[in-house]
């Protein structure tokens, strides 16, 4: 595993520091669909190349830009969404011209390193995070030779645009298995790689990371929400192939406020019933998510924290 000296690219971070209470969301991912070019072990998506995939349509639009600030960040992510690069263009220049002005971040694998470098030159608020996975090799099939030298080529005069992700993997999608596989150690070497980079950056200092290593990692991310292409609004970035209601936060013409509503009841659900049945099952989050949903009652926004956003 490599320390986080050998890092082939600095470990991503938003660029502001947002409050993750706060009631607009601060970021948002947009989420084209399950097809890849590649097909990791490890993937929370499933990605693989017969996997699914839908453009990014104006209704998308219009979802993501009712529920972003305006100095906000849309994140765009897959499977691999630089498969429709003039898709991507599309969007982000719809974005700006109804007065965006945040960051932009695509989720990427490094390969089509091409495609990367001409979003890269569109828009100067736009970042790409590379899979940590493919871009050491570790688990992965690396990433080409020939793509690297191209991204760290533009890297170098172009500093804090491509970034790699956290070396953490999540048992959902493909993962569970994955996970299973390797064995739980392997996991817990990962994340402690992921922390000891997030200390060294100072995201993270040393007593948090004690209180995470005492539980055993297992903790809810807490990401922020998608706006699906294929019409829905999805509580969970990394389970978002999965169709039990505990996600569901409506159509993507639903109204952005009770969108947020939704998804505020979606975080008190996390602190009060998945977090607690994960430590009564000495399980991951993801893993309770994955094998044990049913069992638990949903998150329903009620209709006077809806009607109070309204």
Known sequence: MPEPKEWLFPAFTDHDQYDRGMEKLSDLHIYTGSKCNRECDFCI?????????????????NAAFDLVPMDGTIKFYGGEPTIAPDNLLWAMRQLRERGFR????????????????????ADDRLDVVLNYSILHGEDAEPIPPDSLVKLQA?????????????AGVFPFGRGVNFVA???????NDRMHTSMAKKMEIGELDQTTVAKAEERGFRLCPRCRPVVGTDGRHHACPFAVESKMPHFDMGSVTAPADEVLARFQHFL?????????EAERRQLHPCLVCTHHLSTLPQPQASEEKINAMA
């Open 45 to 61: 998506v499933s990605g693989r190349p017969d996997g699914w995939y839908q453009p990014i349509t104006e209704e998308t639009i």
């Open 102 to 121: 945040g960051w932009f971040t695509i989720f990427s694998n490094g390969v089509l390193a091409d495609r990367i470098l001409k979003l890269l030159e």
């Open 154 to 166: 533009f890297a170098a005069t172009h500093p804090d645009r491509i970034y790699s992700s956290h």
């Open 181 to 187: 596989e390797v064995g739980q150690a392997h996991i």
């Open 268 to 276: 008190d659900w996390i602190n009060d019933v998945l977090e607690p």
